[in-house]
């Protein structure tokens, strides 16, 4: 028993062994070098007004809004191609909806008036980026993004005038840890577009809801996913220092 206990793990000795001395033929070679900074940011705005538009069923909307959103970074290489840092992202949505008709059939009509809806949000992001250069290329290279965020935000919802005016105030806290690959490609030496997209992720949200100061609620979810989102598709500008 003894002998063939010795010779198991000398068998097993052996192909550990040969599995060290494999190689894949992979080079890593280094695209950012450690001691590097990186800072960056995206932006994003848009602004939309409809006045008596229609569209299949809508009868006539009058509404107007905008969204903005800010998100800058900065990121120091403690390694050659890995590097530790922080994102801060801000987030700001306007809804005015002055009218909506909608007709859905003979005896169904439905009409919304009056009706506001504003929402602002930021977030903080603990990230660790690592890069792998596409061959012996400096310009392009491929890097994967863990990301760790905490976020807080509020909101009001408004609805009817007069007596008959209603709103509603919310608060919410997120919590989410996921990883985030992308391209980078250099325009110079110091200056990288990036293009990123999220593919996996664990989600955790609660919302907090008082109406007319009166009526309380309370929602909380949680979700994971291993998945392509084209949602959370990020583009954004870099300076390498």
Same mark, same amino acid.
């Given at each position: 028993?003894?002998?063939?206990?010795?010779?198991?793990?000398? *068998?097993? @000795?052996?192909?550990?062994?040969? /599995?060290?001395?494999?190689?894949?033929?992979?080079?890593?070679?280094? $695209?950012? &070098?450690?001691?590097?900074? *990186?800072?960056?940011?995206? !932006?994003?705005?848009?602004?939309?007004?409809?006045?008596?538009?229609?569209?299949?069923?809508?009868?006539?909307?009058? /509404?107007?809004?905008?969204? $903005?959103?800010?998100? &800058?970074?900065?990121? +120091?290489?403690?390694?050659?191609?890995?590097? /530790?840092?922080?994102?801060?992202?801000?987030?700001?949505?306007?809804?005015?909806?002055?009218?909506?008709?909608?007709?859905?059939?003979?005896?169904?009509?439905?009409?919304? =008036?009056?009706? #506001?809806?504003?929402?602002?949000? %930021?977030? /903080?992001?603990?990230?660790?980026?690592?890069?792998?250069?596409?061959?012996?290329?400096?310009?392009?290279?491929?890097? =994967?993004?863990?990301?760790?965020? %905490?976020?807080?935000?509020? @909101?009001?919802?408004?609805?009817?005038?007069?007596?008959?005016?209603?709103?509603?105030?919310?608060?919410? !806290?997120?919590?989410?840890?996921?990883?985030?690959?992308?391209?980078?490609?250099?325009?110079?030496? +110091?200056?990288?577009?990036?293009?990123?997209?999220?593919?996996?992720?664990?989600? +955790?949200?609660?919302?907090?809801?008082?109406?007319?100061?009166? #009526?309380?609620?309370?929602?909380?979810?949680?979700?994971?996913?291993?998945?392509?989102?084209?949602?959370?598709?990020?583009?954004?500008?870099?300076? +390498?220092?």
């Amino acid at each position: 028993m003894k002998k063939q206990i010795l010779l198991l793990i000398c *068998v097993l @000795g052996a192909f550990c062994t040969q /599995a060290q001395r494999f190689d894949r033929g992979i080079e890593q070679h280094t $695209f950012v &070098p450690k001691g590097q900074w *990186v800072v960056g940011s995206s !932006i994003s705005y848009s602004e939309y007004s409809t006045d008596n538009y229609k569209f299949l069923v809508i009868e006539g909307i009058d /509404a107007s809004g905008y969204s $903005f959103k800010v998100s &800058p970074l900065v990121c +120091y290489f403690f390694r050659d191609n890995v590097g /530790a840092g922080g994102r801060f992202s801000y987030n700001r949505t306007l809804t005015k909806l002055d009218a909506l008709s909608l007709n859905l059939g003979d005896d169904l009509d439905l009409d919304i =008036n009056d009706f #506001y809806n504003l929402s602002h949000s %930021g977030s /903080a992001t603990a990230i660790v980026r690592t890069y792998i250069s596409l061959g012996n290329s400096k310009r392009f290279g491929l890097f =994967n993004e863990a990301q760790l965020t %905490g976020g807080y935000g509020q @909101g009001k919802l408004v609805n009817g005038k007069g007596d008959d005016l209603t709103g509603t105030f919310q608060k919410k !806290i997120d919590l989410q840890i996921g990883m985030a690959p992308g391209l980078v490609a250099f325009i110079n030496n +110091y200056t990288a577009i990036e293009v990123s997209i999220g593919v996996l992720g664990f989600n +955790y949200s609660k919302t907090k809801q008082v109406t007319d100061q009166v #009526y309380y609620g309370e929602r909380s979810s949680s979700s994971a996913n291993f998945k392509i989102n084209l949602f959370s598709i990020g583009l954004g500008i870099a300076f +390498y220092l």
